[in-house]
């Protein structure tokens, strides 16, 4: 069956420190990869999509980059974290062509 | 452009009441229409799907929408909650002429469920 892994669960990061987040995915090949944040309160925001290894979709200029090394691999990264980057970060995939997505259990981020 | 609006920021229902949670839609095309649900602090879960057909789609946990084209509406709904409903539920539209396949979440709409 496929399953979607997200790791950490909760991270709490200064100012300025580097943020990497992983999300792999089991039991499917080729899917499309989706990292959202999703601010208190708000509804989900796509920031990244790929479909396919180092194929990567920015969907909002910000302090966030992405990347797809391997075809069930995802990560999403910073260099220096800001304040503003505090949020729940959720990982999705969706079987080519199709739609409806399975998410991961979210990344819960703090930055202080 | 494509979007998403949920006009109920929150609803309270009865156990045991119906339930309708709205969502219109914006979209150039025929659209995939899709119900999440999540609850605290979990990642979001697939409650139903529209592509095509016809337009009564039934999902998981009893859930149920309506896909309206002439209202741009696509409203979910469950003939009796249950205390377990209570969550948070988002209404989102696909768009597949990316080859990426993007969808676009509502801000969401909170249930609460009173005994």
């Known amino acids: 069956s496929q399953t979607i892994h997200q790791w950490p669960a909760t991270l709490v990061q200064p100012v300025g420190s580097p943020l990497s987040l992983e999300c792999t995915v089991e039991?499917?090949?080729?899917?499309?990869l989706y990292w959202y944040r999703q601010a208190a309160g708000r509804g989900l925001q796509l920031l990244f999509y790929?479909?396919?290894?180092?194929?990567i979709s920015s969907e909002v200029p910000q302090n966030l980059s992405a990347s797809r090394p391997q075809d069930r691999q995802f990560i999403l990264s910073s260099k220096k974290l800001l304040l503003s980057d505090s949020g729940f970060y959720l990982c999705?995939?969706?079987?080519?062509?199709?739609?409806?997505?399975?998410f991961g259990s979210g990344t819960r981020l703090t930055v202080v | 452009a494509q979007s998403v609006t949920q006009p109920d920021i929150h609803i309270t229902v009865s156990e045991g009441a119906s339930l309708e949670l709205r969502c219109n839609y914006s979209?150039?095309?025929?659209?995939?229409l899709f119900w999440y649900v999540q609850s605290p602090g979990q990642g979001l879960q697939l409650l139903l799907k529209?592509?095509?057909?016809?337009?009564l789609v039934q999902g998981i946990k009893g859930f149920e929408a309506e896909f309206k084209r002439s209202q741009s509406s696509f409203n979910l709904r469950k003939p009796s909650v249950h205390w377990s409903d209570a969550a948070e539920y988002f209404c989102?539209?696909?768009?597949?002429?990316?080859?990426?396949?993007?969808?676009?979440f509502g801000a969401g709409t909170r249930l609460f469920v009173k005994a």
């Open positions: 790929s479909v396919g290894i180092g194929q």
């Open positions: 999705a995939w969706s079987v080519v062509g199709s739609g409806g997505y399975t």
């Open positions: 529209y592509f095509s057909g016809d337009t």
């Open positions: 039991g499917t090949s080729n899917p499309n």
């Open positions: 989102a539209v696909g768009d597949s002429s990316t080859g990426g396949f993007k969808t676009i």
């Open positions: 979209y150039g095309a025929t659209p995939y």
